[in-house]
């Protein structure tokens, strides 16, 4: 079966440090990848996302690159800020098949000032 | 552009309550429709999801059901709440295979 694996949490960091979240996949066949992101008390918002091979995701200074060789999509900021403070998802949807989407168990990201 | 709602936002009920939380989403058509729920501290559970009115499938054997009765409208429901059915509930569409895009979630809590 498909399935997603995270990182484990909470990922404590400076305000400014540099952040990779790992996600590695199995899937049957050809996925698209995704992350999304939970701030507190809020539903899960899509971040970015990628449909194939060696394509890069981006937004808000987040960015993603789907490597097939390696079955990753890690997710990566430059410079963190307080702001980013929530829950990020890893995320992965197969087309021809069910109407499921796999998701990871998300990873807590904890910025300090 | 689309705009998915849910309601209420929060709710408590006591224990053997009955439960009725509702979603609507509106700008789109025939959309793929689910629920999660979220444990505190948890990743996402599928409860329900489904492909078009009337048409529900289950995930999670439990003591709550889901209906699909308009195009764009999708309610979860209970007969006798457990506490064990206390969590963040989650509605969310999609069109195939693509993002899904979730409502703002209810806070249920079952005392």
């Known amino acids: 079966g498909n399935s997603v694996t995270q990182m484990e949490g909470p990922v404590t960091l400076s305000e400014e440090a540099f952040l990779t979240i790992n996600c590695t996949y199995t899937?049957?066949?050809?996925?698209?990848l995704f992350w999304y992101v939970q701030y507190p008390g809020e539903g899960l918002q899509l971040l970015l996302k990628a449909t194939k091979a060696d394509d890069k995701g981006s937004n808000k200074g987040f960015e993603a690159t789907y490597r097939k060789e390696t079955t990753s999509f890690h997710l990566e900021k430059g410079s963190v800020q307080v702001s980013d403070s929530a829950v990020y998802f890893c995320?992965?949807?197969?087309?021809?098949?069910?109407?499921?989407?796999?998701f990871g168990r998300g990873t807590s990201l904890i910025v300090h000032p | 552009s689309q705009t998915i709602h849910q309601w209420p936002a929060t709710l408590v009920q006591p224990v053997g309550s009955p439960l009725s939380l509702e979603c609507t989403v509106e700008g789109t058509s025939n959309p793929n429709l689910y629920w999660y729920r979220q444990a505190a501290g948890r990743g996402l559970q599928l409860l329900f999801y489904?492909?078009?009115?009337?048409?529900i499938s289950s995930e999670v054997p439990q003591n709550l059901s889901a209906s699909r009765p308009q195009d764009r409208q999708f309610i979860l429901s209970s007969k006798k709440l457990l506490l064990s059915d206390s969590g963040f509930y989650l509605c969310?569409?999609?069109?195939?295979?693509?993002?899904?895009?979730f409502g703002p979630g209810t806070r249920l809590t079952v005392l």
């Open positions: 899937a049957t066949g050809y996925p698209s």
């Open positions: 995320a992965l949807s197969l087309s021809g098949g069910s109407y499921i989407p796999t």
């Open positions: 489904s492909v078009g009115i009337g048409q």
């Open positions: 969310a569409w999609s069109r195939q295979v693509n993002e899904q895009f």
